[in-house]
């Protein structure tokens, strides 16, 4: 019997979930104002989670909590509240990382699913045996190990635990994630949730005698991005994580912006999609615009990670750069004759390469020959700052987003 793997993605607010699931997902993951791993204010208050999980029920997706910090003594005094809390909510998991934790949701809530988290650093089958007998359905692998090392572990594990991995977005220049570089240099816990990202800094080299003389570390005139990960990108090859045995393809990004949400899920949807339309096929030749779409939004270059082996998890030294080539600029709310309701997210001008994002992952091309501001009046741009406008285009459903191309694309 074929095991459909799960799509997971990220939801850093209630407007992230819901543009999860609509492009998507079959599962979100996000957070609380505590215990989650990134402190960002745009975590989830008690009342929209409880909001997300209705969203999500109501059209057959699940949601899961990270709870996935490690607590101090204080904070480990108001965990169990926000555990009772997600549980009123209604969420599906929880994914920590503390054995604490870990024990805490099972005493406040013994109904709910638990998940380890990669912060846990599960590197082999006897870990993820250990996990499962302490209660956990799920574990979340390790982003440093190889399809092999997949497998190993699926094959000398309970085949009731499952097993969740990494398929795109950043990675950390640190084992599992666990990191103390930032909280040395700038008095931010990696594993707080506050990560100011030093692997991402441009470093030179000093001498003790010289002080203001600045040596170039590796080539490049602008220095030296040495600790400077490229991002993950697996979609050209998800059919063999599907067939490692890994039940649960996660997105990262839980700080990203609900356009980058969607257009990822849309593009891993669709590579899923396409998996599954012929999963004993000996060759997964994936649909060019599924990658295509992949470069739509900011990015580092890509690389697979660690799949092939370390050899092949690249580091892009000589820059910490985004490639920008298209930029999000507006939500469509309604369609109605013709005619597309939009609202600004950033602007743009007739004559502009412009296309539509849809919920199927479709990308659309347009050529509007108006614009239209909300009094009526005919503009060339727009300029302002959430400002309603309608265009001309072929039938767009709501929740479709609209990008332009950038002078850089």
Known sequence: ?????????????????????CYGADAVYCALPEFGMRSAPANFTPEELADGVIYAHARGRKVYLTLNTLPTNEEADRLPDAIRQAAAAGVDAFIVADLGVLDACKTYAPDIDVHMSTQTGITNYASAIACHKMGAKRVVLARELSLTDIAVIRDKTPPELELEAFVHGAMCMSVSGRCLLSNYLTGRDANRGQCA???RWKYYLTEETRPGQLYEIGEGEGGSYILNANDLCTAPFLDLICKAGV????????????????????????????????????????????????????????????YFGADKAHQNTSSAAYIREWEFVGTVDGWENGVASCQQRGKWSLGDTIEALTPD???IPLTPAWIRNEAGEEVTSTPHAMEKYTIPTPELPPMSLLRRRTAEG
């Open 1 to 21: 019997m074929l095991e459909i793997p799960e799509l997971l993605a990220p939801a850093g607010d209630l407007e992230r979930l819901r543009y999860a699931v």
């Open 247 to 306: 039940d649960s393809l996660k997105i990262e990004g839980r700080a990203k912006t609900f356009y980058y949400v969607a257009s990822v899920t849309a593009a891993y949807r669709r590579a899923l999609d396409q998996y599954l339309a012929d999963p004993f096929a000996e060759d997964f030749d994936l649909a060019p615009e599924v990658f295509t779409e992949l470069t739509r939004t900011s990015h580092r270059p890509y690389s697979p990670g660690f």
């Open 197 to 199: 990202q030093p692997c």
């Open 361 to 363: 992952g479709s990308s």
